[in-house]
């Protein structure tokens, strides 16, 4: 019988695997329709409706952009999925997701009497990495390991 902390870490991998391979088959996808693929024919592929393929399709104009040259993953998100499925090192992954270029949060609305709430950037670090990090793709040593970093930049 398997040790239950042995179970934990191996679902933690799993996880994690099977995240990084979600990423790279909504990235086929959305190069495949980029190429000319239509709907229909993409829907006919992966075994679902068309209308599906337009949900797929738009989830990966923002989770699964094309792979960045020197890095693991198209978003830190799925540098961090990878590194966690044990695709990485850590030392690689904590360089990859220092030297990313994050996006700038959105600035509050000026106007005090409209509580619209921070606009979410997709791109933003505690997008990604607050993500990577709820989703247990990160440590909290990772993430300590990583701010410091940046605060040395």
Do not use: C
């Amino acid at each position: 019988m398997m040790d239950p902390e042995q179970l934990v870490v191996d679902y933690g991998h799993n996880k994690a695997r099977e995240t990084a391979a979600h990423i790279a088959k909504l990235r086929d996808l959305r190069q495949l329709h980029e190429r000319g693929y239509t709907q229909v024919r993409l829907a006919k592929l992966v075994g679902v409706s068309q209308p599906t393929i337009s949900d797929m399709l738009r989830r990966a104009r923002i989770d699964a952009p094309d792979v960045r040259p020197g890095t693991h993953g198209g978003t830190p998100y799925e540098i961090a999925a990878r590194y966690a499925a044990g695709e990485i090192d850590r030392a690689v992954a904590l360089r990859e997701l220092t030297d990313w270029t994050y996006e700038r949060p959105a600035a509050p609305n000026p106007f005090p009497w409209v509580n619209d709430g921070a606009p979410v950037v997709e791109g933003s670090f505690n997008t990604q990495i607050g993500r990577a990090l709820r989703d247990g793709f990160l440590a909290d040593e990772d993430y300590d390991d990583l701010l410091n970093a940046l605060a040395d930049d």
